[in-house]
């Protein structure tokens, strides 16, 4: 299989006017920084694993009968806990290999 190359040109770029350098510095400023993304991602895992521990409860005491949906909430609870934990492996990783680099 052959791969092809094409060029495309590239559009036009116009110089930006000042209201749209202060709209672009605006919405920089509402953008939330990585400590905040990771600390909503953990929120949201902690929040997952509490829904599945009352569904587990609930379940226990007879509360509930609908197995399939304490099924539900403890996979969706364990498969957000893996990501998280693959998430901070590849964070370790990542600043044990720029320390490598320093050294």
Same mark, same amino acid.
């Given at each position: 299989? #052959?791969? /092809? $190359?094409?060029?495309?040109?590239?559009? %036009?770029? #116009?110089?930006?006017?000042?209201?749209?350098?202060?709209? %672009?510095?605006? %919405?920089?400023?509402?953008?939330?920084? !990585?400590?905040?993304? &990771?600390?909503?991602?953990?929120?949201?895992?902690? $929040? &997952?694993?509490?829904?599945?521990?009352?569904?587990?409860?609930? &379940? +226990? #005491?007879?509360?509930?009968?609908?197995?399939?949906?304490?099924? @539900?909430?403890?996979?969706?609870?364990?498969?957000? !806990?893996? &990501?998280?934990?693959?998430?901070?492996?590849?964070?370790?990783?990542?600043?044990?290999?720029? @320390?490598? @680099? /320093? +050294?």
């Amino acid at each position: 299989m #052959k791969l /092809q $190359r094409t060029l495309i040109p590239a559009p %036009s770029v #116009k110089k930006p006017t000042e209201q749209e350098n202060t709209e %672009s510095a605006s %919405s920089s400023t509402e953008k939330s920084s !990585f400590s905040d993304t &990771l600390r909503d991602s953990i929120d949201e895992v902690n $929040r &997952l694993q509490e829904q599945a521990d009352q569904a587990i409860e609930a &379940l +226990s #005491k007879g509360e509930t009968k609908d197995i399939a949906q304490t099924m @539900m909430a403890v996979e969706k609870a364990n498969v957000s !806990f893996q &990501l998280m934990t693959q998430v901070r492996n590849r964070l370790i990783e990542a600043y044990q290999e720029i @320390m490598r @680099m /320093q +050294s």
